[in-house]
């Protein structure tokens, strides 16, 4: 397999992420894998090859000790890498060379790993040059939403640890994450292989008795470290021993303010700095050693913690999650919290005798099994598997359309499967889509969910544009009518109100004036807005700014149409029918009381009798046949026109008038 390793830092750097890359290289070369390096240098100029490491031109990054920073596209170096033909990248970090690893892995077409080796949270100080809370919190945010970027942009990510994992889940990162602690050469940290005369040389360059109990600590020298609590307890020790020496190996931008803070505290003779130190001989280091010391909170796997445990070495350290399987109190080592808690408790590891420091460290050399480069490659190379297998099944963005209020996408899938999608443009831009870029089946289903919201909202969109719509009957819609669960029916209603294609108040404001305009009643307005799930509140508070004396002026017009489209009634009948219809309406009684007083029935007591007549008439014409004898069909008519609204006598005055030979 061809593999490409990429990171901002390597040999000869010294410092975690070069230390693991060189392990994975060497790991993957003696299983027979063609291995390729892409890291930075210090200077500009074209790429260069080394031994089958590409170094990018960078500046050295002062404040980051030891750090190269490169721009995230080399054109040279991309050809290069085009030219190895690769089965997969591994990146190692997440920007400057991280980004130019994600760069040629998509325009390539080839599967991308990335290791998160740096608890950028908790660099922050960094950046935050005024120590502002604020600023921090702001930092601290932008961290997680680009290490989510970075994650998401993989096709796997493997975490050094178990804690490292919970805060990339933290993050939200969708892809698999799998725990791969980094793998060690626990044979070269055998004690063994360092000489006596090694050792004497060391701690004779140091000015360190052969009797002195020696502390060591490695790693990089920065604030993050909190070396100043070491330092702390050293002065503590000071008063109460000369015997128990701290020797700090590594290089950084807090080296010489320690200096300066152990000469403040008078303990130069206990307290040494040996500054940056070869790779290849560090395990000497350890070996003339005969206890490790960390204060550091920062870690996300803390390989020193691991090299001193292979060296045989007791780890002194403050409780961080990452320690769990590697110090076990009282055997491996011991937890502090604070100076004078370490102090103590290097008080009491000086008071032991031999036989229990060689059960001790005995114990710590077993305690690093797990950690041996051999197993190491083994779940690394399940990951690339993984990986490829996983690439393989990619969809492919085929074409993409932007439509007005979304993102059309259309996916395909070697299978011939094709998918399309519709999303948010915030989605499309946060996600970096673009054309040919491969998405996974996590990463489609995610999105897929997202095109059920979205197919929903633009149907939503489409009802509105042809009529208005209240907040329940968008909802009912989305309830009834789509496969949307009540979080992504908020989320609509949430767009829709946004962007005011929703307004209950509006609508509220237009019906109660479309209602009036068209003559209908405040109940029947109050009844029809209510029924599409407008409160009562919201519409008594529209219909009480209208003017008072509309209702009456527009009961009063109804009315006078009503009035002319009833005829052929007694005028009883005929008030009876509008009062009937103006309730309906929607109008109050007493307003449709004030109406009858107000409106002018002359014309229909005037054509009162000539009704009647017509009346009577056609109840003769109904009753006549199943009359018995007269005297049974003028009642019938009787009783007709009494149930027509007219007066009684004007009834018998008719009756009276009408022809009834032959009956």
């Not at 390729?36 to 590409?54: A, D, F, P, Q, S």
């Not at 935050?128 to 994650?151: C, E, H, P, Q, W």
């Not at 969109?461 to 009957?473: L, Q």
Request: aromatic letters at 10%; charged letters at 30%.
């Amino acid at each position: 397999m061809k593999i490409g390793i990429f990171s901002d830092t390597y040999l000869p750097e010294i410092n975690g992420v070069a230390s693991s890359c060189d392990t994975l290289r060497r790991e993957l070369e003696k299983n027979g894998h063609e291995v390729y390096v892409v890291t930075t240098k210090i200077g500009h100029g074209k790429c260069e090859w080394e031994n089958n490491v590409l170094r990018l031109g960078g500046i050295e990054l002062k404040f980051l000790y030891g750090y190269s920073m490169t721009s995230f596209f080399h054109l040279d170096a991309y050809e290069e890498i085009k030219k190895l033909n690769l089965d997969i990248i591994h990146a190692q970090t997440e920007f400057g060379v991280g980004i130019f690893a994600r760069i040629c892995a998509r325009h390539l077409n080839i599967p991308l790993v990335s290791t998160y080796h740096t608890t950028y949270e908790d660099y922050t100080h960094y950046i935050n040059f005024i120590n502002s809370k604020t600023v921090d919190m702001a930092a601290k945010n932008i961290v997680g939403k680009l290490s989510r970027l970075y994650g998401d942009s993989s096709t796997e990510v493997i975490a050094p640890s178990e804690k490292t994992r919970q805060m990339l889940l933290r993050y939200k990162i969708k892809r698999n994450i799998y725990v791969v602690p980094t793998g060690l050469d626990i044979k070269r940290f055998n004690p063994k292989n360092t000489t006596d005369k090694q050792i004497e040389e060391i701690r004779n360059k140091y000015d360190i008795a052969s009797d002195d109990k020696l502390i060591l600590f490695v790693g990089r020298v920065a604030k993050e470290k909190s070396i100043d609590i070491i330092i702390d307890a050293f002065k503590i020790l000071h008063d109460k021993t000369s015997k128990i020496k701290l020797l700090v190996v590594g290089a950084g931008p807090d080296l010489d303010g320690l200096k300066a803070m152990a000469s403040r505290y008078g303990i130069n003779d206990t307290v040494k700095f040996a500054g940056r130190v070869e790779n290849n001989i560090i395990e000497h280091y350890y070996h003339s050693a005969q206890a490790f010391v960390s204060a550091s909170l920062t870690e996300t796997q803390g390989m020193t913690y691991v090299e001193a445990l292979a060296s045989g070495l007791m780890v002194f350290a403050r409780y961080d999650n990452v320690l769990d399987d590697l110090v076990i109190p009282e055997k491996t080592g011991y937890f502090f919290e604070n100076a004078q808690d370490l102090a103590d408790k290097l008080i009491l590891f000086d008071q032991m005798n031999n036989q229990e420091l060689i059960n001790h460290r005995l114990d710590c050399i077993k305690q690093t099994a797990n950690y041996d480069q051999d197993i190491f490659y083994e779940n690394i190379m399940k990951v690339y598997h993984q990986a490829i297998l996983s690439y393989r099944n990619l969809y492919e963005i085929e074409r993409i359309k932007t439509r007005d209020e979304y993102v059309e996408i259309i996916l395909h899938k070697p299978s011939d499967e094709t998918v399309e999608l519709l999303i948010s443009y915030d989605t499309y831009f946060n996600r970096g889509l673009r054309k040919n870029e491969k998405l996974t089946n996590e990463q489609v289903e995610y999105l897929q969910k997202e095109t059920i919201q979205m197919k929903a909202y633009v149907d939503c969109v489409k009802m509105i544009s042809r009529k208005d719509r209240t907040t329940k009957e968008i909802y009912d819609y989305l309830t009834n009518e789509t496969d949307c669960d009540i979080e992504t029916i908020n989320k609509i209603v949430d767009q829709l109100e946004e962007r005011n294609y929703i307004n209950d108040h509006v609508y509220t404001q237009n019906m109660v004036h479309n209602m009036k305009m068209t003559l209908q009643g405040e109940q029947k307005i109050i009844n029809t807005l209510k029924k599409k799930g407008i409160p009562y509140d919201m519409i008594m508070e529209v219909i009480d700014s209208t003017d008072p004396d509309e209702e009456y002026q527009n009961a009063l017009k109804w009315a006078q149409k009503l009035q002319n489209t009833i005829n052929g009634k007694s005028t009883k009948m005929k008030q009876k029918m509008m009062y009937q219809k103006l309730l309906a309406r929607g109008f109050e009684s007493d307003i449709i009381n004030r109406i009858m007083q107000d409106l002018n029935f002359n014309q229909e007591n005037k054509d009162e009798i000539d009704n009647l007549k017509n009346c009577a008439t056609k109840a003769r014409r109904k009753y006549e046949k199943k009359a018995k004898d007269f005297s049974s069909l003028r009642n019938s008519i009787f009783k007709y026109c009494l149930a027509q609204g007219y007066q009684t006598e004007d009834i018998y005055a008719v009756l009276d008038e009408m022809d009834w030979d032959g009956q």
